[in-house]
């Protein structure tokens, strides 16, 4: 095990997404995604069992009876609070892209596809963005394809939309009513210039940028321990490269 | 299937299923009947479309690999953790086969509405992504109930010509076991025929044990079962057998290319004796 001083960048990541879920019903985490479903166990073992998990490919964590489509029925009727999102790309509108780059017809690069996002962006209150790698080829300004659009014109009907921005360097909050991100904290050893340097859209920036709070050690050693012994169900690679469980 | 009819091969079954078909598919963690996928590589299977409910990893990987795929349907290309299906990204690149992007629950709704017996089934969501630019099958109605303007989606019915899984469990009479995998129950409902490996036939008839039946198919929608035991490897069955990460991590590197996939799916599927 690291040392405790020694964070990994996905252990900092966990930590800042599992204070958004504090005090929430229900959380579902979708297909690949390691770092928010460590994160939604480390919340869920912190909430005294208040918290719910669904976490989509697990066997012990999963709610559910009435096959695939139950978490979409579930969301639809607001049953599900929170749930994450990455993208090939990310814009500086919350517009996702999981499909390609280029040419939809002929694409440069060919991604998995856009999995439920396209539906369940516009039905959860709090989506969860997050992208371990934070680079111009990442941050763009306008996504090559919306798999899921950040906002919707007004009288639409759009309970959900995106919350936060979590990547390797920073969180950003998301403005709904803009439709734009503004960055909340930046990670330990950086700085809000790398971020600006390393973001292809634009944001705002508060005249403070605090730092991103560190897991206190018990939590720290509750994600490493038993939290690490929970995800490795689903996530065996993960959890072993991470932790070595 | 009459209660005593005789189960079928595996052979068989890839016999019965048709070039040019349109076959719904379980995602790799939900019971893969594999078995029956180099069965249909043997037989050099044609223009097939595939429908991932909702996903699609393993058995469209080794489809597309060996030719035997049009059209792919799904709201993902992905093996987990082991990555992207290398060989139906390169085919989807391109542009040797169709891909017909989704998303999760419009795949859900439309077999759910080809289950109702209906031509269509509202969804919310999805207004503004460009899924509406490229699928112009879905198309955006003004909810008729509503009195103020309320756009929603409407995804066509998704009538598969087959269903194909694998299951743990059936009984003398037919019946399928599935446990929690309800997806299967959708798709059995959804398709025009509906195909079934299991690791094993029970002589009981679950229909008749409380417990069981409720996670039961009922023969009335099985067109054919064949015995596979470890049918689902390499992706696994759960609740029975986990996937083999380590084969899955040797094929997703050897397939690479497709002399890489031709000598993979040679060593290690084809040359196996078929049952």
């Known amino acids: 095990m690291r040392p405790a001083a020694a964070l990994s960048t996905p252990e900092i990541m966990i930590g800042t997404i599992a204070p958004m879920l504090a005090g929430l019903r229900h959380v579902a985490v979708g297909a690949s995604s390691p770092i928010p479903g460590s994160a939604a166990l480390l919340a869920r073992a912190l909430s005294?069992?208040?918290l719910r998990v669904s976490l989509l490919g697990s066997e012990q964590h999963n709610p559910f009876t009435d096959g695939g489509r139950e978490l979409f029925d579930c969301a639809a009727q607001g049953r599900v609070d929170a749930f994450?999102?990455?993208?090939?790309?990310i814009d500086g509108a919350g517009n996702i892209n999981l499909v390609s780059l280029g040419d939809y017809k002929s694409p440069k690069v060919r991604f998995p596809g856009n999995f439920g996002s396209s539906y369940l962006y516009h039905l959860i209150p709090r989506v969860i963005l997050f992208r371990e790698e934070h680079s111009p080829r990442t941050l763009v300004s306008k996504v090559d394809f919306v798999s899921a659009a950040g906002s919707s014109p007004e009288g639409e009907f759009r309970p959900g939309g995106p919350h936060a921005l979590v990547t390797g360097l920073c969180a950003f909050a998301y403005d709904r009513r803009r439709g734009a991100f503004q960055l909340a904290s930046v990670h330990p050893g950086v700085s809000p210039a790398d971020v600006r340097a390393a973001t292809g859209f634009d944001y705002s920036t508060p005249t403070d940028v605090p730092v991103t709070a560190a897991l206190p050690a018990d939590e720290l050693a509750l994600l490493r321990t038993r939290v690490a012994a929970e995800i490795a169900e689903t996530y065996p690679a993960f959890a072993k490269a991470q932790w070595g469980v | 299937m009459m209660p005593?009819?005789?189960?079928?091969?595996?052979?068989?079954?890839?016999?019965?299923i048709a070039d040019g078909a349109s076959i719904a598919l379980p995602p790799d963690y939900s019971g893969c009947a594999m078995t029956v996928v180099a069965a249909l590589i043997r037989r050099h299977a044609r223009n097939l479309q595939l429908i991932g409910v909702p996903s699609l990893g393993l058995q469209a990987d080794w489809l597309v690999g060996a030719g035997c795929v049009a059209i792919l349907e799904s709201a993902a290309l992905t093996l987990g953790e082991p990555g992207m299906p290398p060989r139906a990204i390169a085919a989807v690149k391109a542009g040797d086969i169709e891909m017909r992007d989704a998303t999760c629950p419009a795949i859900h709704a439309g077999?759910?509405?080809?289950?109702?017996?209906?031509?269509?089934m509202p969804l919310r969501g999805i207004l503004g992504s460009d899924l509406l630019k490229v699928r112009p099958d879905w198309q955006v109605i003004d909810n008729p109930l509503s009195t103020m303007r309320d756009p929603i989606v409407i995804i066509p019915a998704i009538r598969p010509d087959v269903a194909l899984f694998h299951a743990r469990h059936a009984d003398r009479n037919g019946n399928v076991w599935i446990g929690v995998r309800r997806e299967l129950m959708l798709m059995a409902h959804a398709a025009r025929e509906t195909y079934v490996t299991v690791e094993d036939i029970v002589d009981t008839d679950f229909l008749r044990d409380e417990d069981r039946a409720g996670s039961t198919i009922p023969a009335l929608y099985i067109s054919g079962i064949a015995k596979a035991a470890r049918g689902g490897d390499p992706v696994g069955l759960a609740g029975a057998y986990p996937a083999d990460h380590t084969v899955l991590a040797d094929y997703v590197r050897a397939a690479q290319t497709q002399a890489g996939f031709d000598d993979w799916m040679a060593a290690r599927v084809l040359e196996t004796v078929p049952a």
């Open chain 1, 84 to 89: 994450f999102l990455s993208g090939g790309q």
């Open chain 2, 111 to 120: 077999l759910q509405a080809a289950e109702k017996g209906i031509p269509f």
């Open chain 2, 4 to 16: 005593d009819a005789a189960p079928l091969t595996v052979t068989d079954i890839a016999a019965r």
């Open chain 1, 48 to 50: 005294g069992g208040r």
